[in-house]
């Protein structure tokens, strides 16, 4: 507990109780929030997972084509 003296708790331990309810409250509250954010990384990485065999899918399928010719410019001279 920052800044409270020892005298001070000892004279209203009342404040103690509240701080520690309070605390573990928060820290209550924390876990879950910690919990669904892991949850939400987890989704985010299988995605980015799946998206990554999909292109790596498509490049293999595609290796064995020969890329587009490129188109001469028109009305450019050099």
Known sequence: MKGTKSHAIIGNPRVLIKRTAMNVNSN?????RI???MEVLKQQ??????RKRKSTAEEE???GE????KRARRGCSS
């Open 45 to 50: 990485q299988e995605e980015t997972a799946a």
């Open 66 to 69: 020969s890329p587009p010719k």
């Open 61 to 63: 399928r595609g290796a």
């Open 35 to 37: 919990a669904k954010g």
């Open 28 to 32: 209550g509250l924390k876990a879950v």
